[in-house]
Structure formats: structure tokens, C-alpha cells
């Protein structure tokens, strides 16, 4: 049995771009990366969202703001030009014709929210580009926020090698202009991800939080103690808000190893912990394709459909794996979109 699949995050409008500038342009329609658009239709995808991730200090010398522009006219240039494969979800119109014709959809998100020039004004602009979700911060603090493992703490860092330190943050949380930024998203109907927030900025935003949360690609910190996994109580509280939170498929957020190799079991614990901790209907996927160097048993978007055997094989119900591969993501986007 096939699953519809929706797939929260991914980084391969980054690697689009990066690979156009360095002279070796690919496209979305087939490529070498873990995303195209053909391996979305072998894996079952009904919905695929791309991130827009900026890194606040990268070696291009521009602007974050300058940088999320960048990928945002990437993003444009690959969906227009695959007009009848892969339709933009913005309304609930968008995605009751995504599901009905039986189509690819697109969403929108930021990775760093922190490149408006610090002006809430321009939450409009990205809401109207097509934003639906923004994660409030990467691995540097900002404006709005502190994430637990900052890079400003370690040396020559790469950004695609997650660290594996366990740092959490205790003391700077959100910011006077991040509590009215997160205001200002659930006024225009863009959800809050946490995946990188610090453990107090999580706090804040819950203490003020009015629509649903989510973390789009955060793991379970009680079976891998890295501080960008999320503790029992901050999976609870994301539930409480009717928010879910997507299995990152990195290696170094699903155990402590030595191979470097994404397991599927390890996948599955870790769903079955947010199940028992969270209940069902907070489990999703959010692979972080295109955006980690782990060796992943499940190698592409081609490859979906593995997950969703084992964990029919591992005694989760139909209904389940069907609400884990694609359901509650589709729930919570009929609650969210307008």
C-alpha cells in the first residue's frame, strides 16, 4: 500500500541555487540530489516543503536579506517552469486542488527569520511571496531569538555537519521584537517552527503562543541528547497547541553513532516515542533532504514508501502510518490556510 507523503523541510532550493552560482546549474525537474521532481513521484509525495535557509554569516559576503531574496527567485524559477508538475499551495483552494487533482504542491517556509531589515512590514511581503511557515532561527542568535547550539561558539565550523554538543539555552529567550514577529505570523496565518530555537525562546513563544506550532525537522531528545532535539515536555506543549513535529532524518539527531548511517529503526523509535509522548496525531516528516550529510537508508524522496512499510511491519496501524507519512500535515494545513 502506497501513503500519500508530506514532507515538512528540506534544503534543495539551496543546493539549486549554490550549484547555479559555482557554474554547474541543475533543475528541479531531475537532478542528482535527494529531491527532484521525479523522485517525488516514485516516493508518493503529495506535498513537498522547500526551505528557504539563509546562513546569517555565509562566506558570500551578502546580506542575510540579500541571501533569502536569492533563493526566493530559485524557488520561483523551478516552479514556474514545471507548471503542470508541482502547483504552489498558498489557500485552502490551493491545497483542496493539490489533493483533489491528485498533484504535486509546494510549500513555502524561511530558515532564519531574521532577514526583514527588522521591519515587521515586511512579513507581508514574504506572506504574499508565498511563506507559510518560519523557523524563528538557524545556529546564530538573532533579533528575534537564541538557538541552543550557536556556531558563534565553535571554530570553523561547516553548516551541514550538525554538532553534537548538548548546550541548552537558559537564559536568552525571545526578544521584545521577536514576541511582536511571532504576533505579527499568527496574525497573517504563518505558522511558528521551533526546529533550532533555543530552550527558553521555546518557552516565550509557548507563554504567548495563540495558534499552533511546529517543529518542521526536530527529533526526540529522551532516545538522542543533542539540544536540538526536543525534551517530553516541549513535544507535549507543541501538541497542546494542536502543532506537529517532522522526523529529521540526520543521523546525528536520531542516536548517538559512529557510521554515520540514518537507520529506519532508529527512525521509528523515534516516532513511537513522539506517539507515546505526544499522541498520533503530532507525528509527521520533515527529512531535512538536501541539507544533511548522513548515509540515509531511505537515500532520496524515491524512497518514502520504505518508511511507511516498517512501520506498518513495526505494528503501527494504517491509519497511523497513514497519519504519520501525510494526514496530520494535511490536517493542520486545513486548520491553518486561508
Same mark, same amino acid.
Not at 517556509?109 to 512590514?121: A, I, R, T, W
Not at 545556529?139 to 538557538?147: H, Q
Not at 505558522?191 to 507563554?207: A, C, N
Given at each position: 500500500?502506497?501513503?500519500?507523503?508530506?514532507?515538512?523541510?528540506?534544503?534543495?532550493?539551496? #543546493? %539549486?541555487?549554490?550549484?547555479?552560482?559555482?557554474?554547474?546549474?541543475? !533543475?528541479?525537474?531531475? @537532478?542528482?540530489?535527494?529531491? +527532484? *521532481? =521525479?523522485?517525488?513521484?516514485?516516493?508518493?509525495?503529495?506535498?513537498?516543503?522547500?526551505?528557504?535557509?539563509?546562513?546569517?554569516?555565509?562566506?558570500?559576503?551578502?546580506?542575510?536579506?540579500?541571501?533569502?531574496?536569492?533563493?526566493?527567485?530559485?524557488?520561483?524559477?523551478?516552479?514556474?517552469?514545471?507548471?503542470?508538475?508541482?502547483?504552489?499551495?498558498?489557500?485552502?483552494?490551493?491545497?483542496?486542488?493539490?489533493?483533489?487533482?491528485?498533484?504535486?504542491?509546494?510549500?513555502?517556509?524561511?530558515?532564519?527569520?531574521?532577514?526583514?531589515?527588522?521591519?515587521?512590514?515586511?512579513?507581508?511581503?514574504?506572506?504574499?511571496?508565498?511563506? #507559510? %511557515?518560519?523557523?524563528?532561527?538557524?545556529?546564530?542568535?538573532?533579533? !528575534?531569538?537564541?538557538? @541552543?547550539?550557536?556556531?558563534? +561558539? *565553535? =571554530?570553523?565550523?561547516?553548516?551541514?555537519?550538525?554538532?553534537?554538543?548538548?548546550?541548552?539555552?537558559?537564559?536568552?529567550?525571545?526578544?521584545?521584537?521577536?514576541?511582536?514577529?511571532?504576533?505579527?505570523?499568527?496574525?497573517?496565518?504563518?505558522?511558528?517552527?521551533?526546529?533550532?530555537?533555543?530552550?527558553?525562546?521555546?518557552?516565550?513563544?509557548?507563554?504567548?503562543?495563540?495558534?499552533?506550532?511546529?517543529?518542521?525537522?526536530?527529533?526526540?531528545?529522551?532516545?538522542?541528547?543533542?539540544?536540538?532535539?526536543?525534551?517530553?515536555?516541549?513535544?507535549?506543549?507543541?501538541?497542546?497547541?494542536?502543532?506537529?513535529?517532522?522526523?529529521?532524518?540526520?543521523?546525528?539527531?536520531?542516536?548517538?553513532?559512529?557510521?554515520?548511517?540514518?537507520?529506519?529503526?532508529?527512525?521509528?523509535?523515534? *516516532?513511537?516515542?513522539?506517539?507515546?509522548?505526544?499522541?498520533?496525531?503530532?507525528?509527521?516528516?520533515?527529512?531535512?533532504?538536501?541539507?544533511?550529510?548522513?548515509?540515509?537508508?531511505?537515500?532520496?524522496?524515491?524512497?518514502?514508501?520504505?518508511?511507511?512499510?516498517?512501520?506498518?511491519?513495526?505494528?503501527?496501524?494504517?491509519?497511523?502510518?497513514?497519519?504519520?507519512?501525510?494526514?496530520?500535515?494535511?490536517?493542520?494545513?486545513?486548520?491553518?490556510?486561508?
Amino acid at each position: 500500500m502506497s501513503y500519500p507523503v508530506c514532507d515538512l523541510h528540506c534544503d534543495t532550493i539551496l #543546493r %539549486l541555487r549554490d550549484a547555479r552560482r559555482e557554474g554547474s546549474p541543475r !533543475i528541479l525537474a531531475k @537532478n542528482d540530489f535527494a529531491i +527532484d *521532481l =521525479e523522485k517525488m513521484e516514485q516516493g508518493g509525495m503529495a506535498i513537498q516543503t522547500f526551505a528557504l535557509f539563509t546562513d546569517r554569516k555565509n562566506k558570500t559576503g551578502y546580506s542575510p536579506e540579500h541571501e533569502a531574496l536569492s533563493l526566493l527567485n530559485e524557488y520561483q524559477k523551478q516552479i514556474s517552469a514545471n507548471p503542470d508538475a508541482i502547483i504552489p499551495i498558498q489557500t485552502l483552494a490551493d491545497l483542496d486542488g493539490v489533493l483533489e487533482k491528485g498533484c504535486l504542491g509546494s510549500l513555502l517556509s524561511l530558515e532564519e527569520g531574521d532577514v526583514m531589515f527588522q521591519d515587521l512590514d515586511l512579513l507581508e511581503f514574504w506572506y504574499n511571496a508565498g511563506v #507559510r %511557515l518560519i523557523t524563528l532561527t538557524w545556529n546564530y542568535p538573532n533579533v !528575534i531569538a537564541s538557538p @541552543n547550539i550557536s556556531f558563534d +561558539d *565553535l =571554530e570553523e565550523v561547516d553548516y551541514r555537519v550538525p554538532s553534537p554538543l548538548f548546550r541548552i539555552e537558559t537564559e536568552k529567550g525571545l526578544t521584545d521584537y521577536g514576541k511582536a514577529f511571532v504576533r505579527k505570523c499568527e496574525e497573517l496565518g504563518i505558522l511558528i517552527d521551533v526546529s533550532h530555537l533555543g530552550d527558553k525562546s521555546f518557552w516565550d513563544l509557548m507563554d504567548i503562543a495563540t495558534k499552533p506550532v511546529i517543529a518542521s525537522h526536530s527529533n526526540c531528545r529522551a532516545l538522542c541528547p543533542v539540544s536540538r532535539n526536543l525534551d517530553d515536555d516541549q513535544i507535549r506543549a507543541i501538541a497542546r497547541t494542536g502543532g506537529i513535529i517532522g522526523l529529521n532524518f540526520c543521523a546525528d539527531f536520531l542516536k548517538e553513532n559512529t557510521d554515520n548511517k540514518s537507520h529506519i529503526s532508529d527512525m521509528i523509535a523515534h *516516532l513511537r516515542h513522539l506517539k507515546e509522548v505526544g499522541g498520533i496525531d503530532v507525528c509527521a516528516i520533515g527529512t531535512d533532504f538536501d541539507g544533511i550529510n548522513s548515509k540515509v537508508e531511505i537515500q532520496d524522496a524515491s524512497e518514502h514508501q520504505k518508511l511507511a512499510q516498517a512501520l506498518s511491519e513495526d505494528g503501527f496501524t494504517s491509519q497511523e502510518v497513514a497519519q504519520i507519512m501525510g494526514g496530520n500535515v494535511i490536517n493542520l494545513l486545513r486548520k491553518t490556510l486561508r
